[in-house]
């Protein structure tokens, strides 16, 4: 599965962007998918996972309430509805795909990984 991230740029605090992830080459449907993102000089750190139908999710603490992750089967494609941004969430975004469990943590249990996308949020 090769995946596309798309969508960053620039906003303020308190506004809005969306990314979005393509699949292609395999079947995503039965992927679990999830977004990552990274700080400079942080490690990559979870945001939010959905399951393989869409119908189950999980958040970090810190984009709760604020970001929506959703999924359209298909259109092989995962997306990340970013509101009320603040310039912590400044950082690259990362799309994955393929862990065993759509709340897994770790970057390095996501077999399929996306280019990142920056996502730059100004005060």
């Known amino acids: 599965v090769q995946l596309q991230a798309s969508g960053g740029g620039l906003a303020q605090a308190g506004g809005s962007l969306r990314l979005a992830c393509a699949a292609s080459?395999?079947?995503?449907?039965?992927?679990?998918a999830g977004w990552f993102r990274q700080a400079p000089g942080q490690e990559r750190k979870f945001v939010a996972g959905?399951?393989?139908?869409?119908?189950?999710?999980s958040y970090t603490e810190d984009v709760q309430g604020r970001f929506i992750i959703s999924r359209d089967n298909a259109k092989n494609t995962v997306y990340l509805q970013m509101s009320s941004l603040k310039p912590e969430d400044t950082a690259v975004y990362y799309c994955?795909?393929?862990?065993?469990?759509?709340?897994?943590?770790?970057?390095?249990?996501?077999?399929?990984r996306g280019q990142g996308t920056q996502v730059t949020v100004s005060s």
């Open positions: 994955a795909a393929g862990a065993t469990n759509w709340i897994n943590r770790n970057a390095n249990d996501w077999p399929y």
């Open positions: 080459g395999g079947v995503f449907s039965n992927a679990h």
């Open positions: 959905i399951n393989r139908s869409g119908y189950r999710k």
